[in-house]
């Protein structure tokens, strides 16, 4: 199903329950189509993706895992809560090599690019996070 997964780590696996356990202590509602990836893939190795949005070329090179690992999205979410950097309607998704993050806007579904020096300036990707998924299976490498 996704052309872009690379191998899969052990001991990432997670479960309903602890999706359940992060939405209710952030306060947010992860998509099932995320959910149903987590419970699969959580953690997973994926293979660098590159891709053109509006003449600019973009990379994904991680989906962010929802436990474990050292930038998981609860580390993110914590950080970003405590900065009070991102707004809390975005679910950090994914992120490039140069630590910057794509973001799910709970509120519109769309996707965004957030750099980490221009965090005022969100980039729209696409429109939700099945075209995302979509847009990474075209463009591994």
Do not use: H
Not at 11 to 24: C, F, H, L, R, W
Not at 45 to 64: G, P, Q
Not at 80 to 105: C, F, T, V
């Amino acid at each position: 199903m996704y052309k872009f997964i690379k191998e899969r780590r052990e001991g990432y696996s997670i479960n309903e329950e602890d999706i359940k356990t992060v939405e209710k202590c952030w306060n947010i509602e992860i998509p099932t189509i995320l959910k149903q990836f987590y419970i699969n893939y959580n953690g997973t190795k994926i293979n660098l993706c590159k891709f053109f949005v509006d003449d600019f070329e973009y990379e994904i090179s991680e989906i962010i895992p929802l436990k474990y690992g050292k930038c998981c999205l609860e580390e993110v979410i914590r950080n970003d809560r405590q900065e009070d950097i991102i707004p809390s309607n975005m679910i950090p998704i994914a992120n490039d090599r140069g630590g910057d993050y794509y973001y799910w806007d709970m509120s519109s579904g769309r996707v965004y690019l957030f750099y980490c020096d221009d965090i005022e300036n969100p980039i729209y990707i696409c429109k939700s996070i099945e075209e995302m998924f979509e847009i990474m299976n075209k463009s591994c490498i």
